[in-house]
């Protein structure tokens, strides 16, 4: 009887999440858009983390986003606010949105504004600065601060306006079609940065911006592939937020990190985190970083996984390989493992080497615990000091504990309710 209700639970939330739409509908500034964005908000990654606990990569990210906003004019000053008790310190995941590593979103922030037309909800998410030396890798230096600033007052209008030409933008659509073309909608998205370009730069040209904006904003786009992740992520929790809140359902619709801790959410249990300390990833460094440099995993960017893309596609992105590590096979391996641990194949988004089989969907913490296969997530990776930026790409797993906790709480819950 019981297992009945949850076979009928997760099915319900499948449905959602394969029936999700998203959709980019435009750009705002995260004050006017994010639900509950104050000026002395600082969103962050992952499940809630106080200051003092805080890794180095997001204590970076949170002095440069004081500075970007006017809040504090140097390291120091930015310090001594964020122990002040006066900012906000609160997930992403709170406001309906997502962030990328740090994930750090204050309230002068251009957003994308993402809307899932099956069900109404909608998504946000900054705008993908690039690699290297930024603010979500904990990067705060004058020319960090100064890309944010051109981003805000340069890239955001313009883009605002070329929207507004262009009309919505089917993120479902372009992510399939993405996949198709060696992207796994995570750590790779050549073809998805490419397709957008090709979607907005007609738009663009014909905005009202003088031609050396629209020059530059061109150029900042084609030299950043992974511009497209900024829409991949927002629009993957668009659709998984659909899911949340279905009694009885053990299908999982979050899966985040802080750079401390790995956080779960699972639809039956509402709102509360799982957690456990987060993993070193194992990876591929830049010439003069290793391990010894690593920040632990962190990053909203597992949404992606969540949602059955990411490192779940790898076997479409053989190419993947060459940024985070292992062979092509490896590549494939990991995607047919997933199957084992998910409920669906996705409807949409098709892997060309599986036969077009359906990316692996809907994480379920009841196979996760009874198989001992944990989500295989490709990542970036952070210096664990603040202000250095990224030193690598690679490969990590959750922690089991997340998994193990959420389905004794699950079963408690099901005490309570009298079920079992």
Sequence with gaps: MVQEKIQKANQEALEKILNGQPVLIGIGTASEVV????????????????WEKMSGPLKGAVIGGLIYEGLAVNEAEAVALAESGEIIFDPCHHHNAVGPMAGVMTASMPVWIIKNM???????????????????????????????KWMETVLAPVLKEALALSGSLDLKNMIAQVIMMGDEGHNRNKAGTSLLIRELAPHIIGTSFS??????????????DHFFLNLTMPACKATLEAAKDIPYSTIVYTMARNGTEFGIRVSGLGDRWFTAPAEIIDGLYFPGYSAADANPDIGDSTITE???????AMAAAPAIVQFVGGTPQDAINYSKLMYEIT???????????????????GIDIQKVVETNILPIINTGIAHNKPG?????????????????????????????????
């Design 211 to 224: 031609n050396e904006a629209k020059i530059e904003v061109l150029r900042f786009i084609h030299g950043n």
């Design 35 to 50: 639900p509950g964005m104050t000026k002395k908000s600082i969103l962050h990654a992952g499940p809630p983390v106080t």
């Design 343 to 361: 409920e669906a194949e996705n409807n949409t988004y098709k892997i060309p080497v599986l036969n077009f089989k359906g990316t692996a969907t």
């Design 118 to 148: 099956t069900y109404g909800n909608e998504a946000y998410c900054t705008l993908n600065e690039g690699l290297g030396k930024v603010l979500r890798y904990g990067a705060y230096g004058e020319d960090v601060i100064n890309r944010l």
């Design 388 to 420: 250095v930026g990224q030193v690598g790409a690679g490969l990590v797993r959750p922690p089991m504990k997340c998994f193990e906790d959420a389905l004794e709480a699950f079963v408690l819950d099901l005490e309570e309710k009298g079920a079992i």
């Design 306 to 312: 969540t949602c059955g893309i990411g490192g779940f």
